[in-house]
């Protein structure tokens, strides 16, 4: 857990996605001067809501954490939220996780003053249950899952995240405005999951940003190539932390039309456009 006076926050992020429907569900804790609260944020297709909750709701036990009646883990997730405009209950049953080979921020992961640390739990997992958001059934047999987490004080002040699972395996990218000893940078975390192999682009392994412009990013690390299109902005809106405060509006696409290419050694190994990308573009450009 990160702590301090300058405030902080602590958050998971799961997604499960069928052929047909998508769920998102996020759930933190978070702390501003000495109020801590937590909250949870639930994303579909069509909206979202967040509902906040006093600080003592939340706990935590290894790699599970609570909200009052919700529960989060590795073997699923158990929804009871009962807020004004919103109901929502059910329970999720998650398959045999898929973490990566070693931390997605590698050596920067051991850095003190990052205002945010990323952290993927599993690239893909089968997902069993239902869920009901305000009376309409989200069924999942077999679906896809994704679960990743951030900590620390606030979101990048630009970035760009997106997430897609494929029947090969799935990617993740996040190009993002890091300060670091006085100055800024843009950093570069993402994985292709291609065929049971891991193919990873990360700011410490050389990965440099070729073009980033109208939703679109290039990123470039030796051999190889990975570029995302967002081609439909139909961006929910979402809290996000700003010195453990709650109070900046983001919006992400759970389910929205993207285009991927990934390339290597001049070889085109997966190119794919679909209307299942998740997406975040938080660029002025």
Known sequence: MVTGKRGWFYGWYFKCQSDTQTLAVIPAVHQAGRKKTCSIQIITQEQSWTVSFPGEAFRQSGRTIAIGKNRFGKRGIRLAVCAPGLEVK????????????YHIM??????????????????????????SVNGETYSFDGAQGYWEGDRGRSFPREYIWTQCSFPEGALMLSVADIPMAGFRFRG?????????????????????????????????????????????????????????DMART????????????????????LSFE?????FEYEYGI
């Not at 590698?106 to 739990?121: D, K, M, N, V, Y």
């Not at 902005?233 to 700003?242: D, E, F, I, S, T």
């Open 90 to 101: 059910g329970k999720l049953a998650f398959g045999d996780l898929m973490p990566l080979r």
């Open 106 to 131: 590698g050596p920067f992961s051991l850095l003190p003053f990052l205002e945010c640390r990323h952290t993927i739990a599993s690239m893909k997992h089968r997902v069993w249950g239902k869920v």
């Open 188 to 244: 570069v975390i993402g994985v292709v999951l291609l065929d049971g192999r891991e193919y990873r682009f990360a700011t410490y392994l050389g990965a440099k940003i070729s073009e980033i412009k109208n939703g679109r990013v290039k990123v470039i690390q030796g051999r190889m190539e990975l570029e995302a299109d967002l081609l439909e902005r139909n961006g929910k809106p979402l809290k996000a932390p700003a010195r453990g």
């Open 250 to 269: 983001i919006r992400e696409s759970a389910a929205c039309r993207a285009r991927y290419r990934f390339r290597k050694d001049n070889r085109t190994l």
């Open 274 to 278: 679909t209307d299942r990308a998740s």
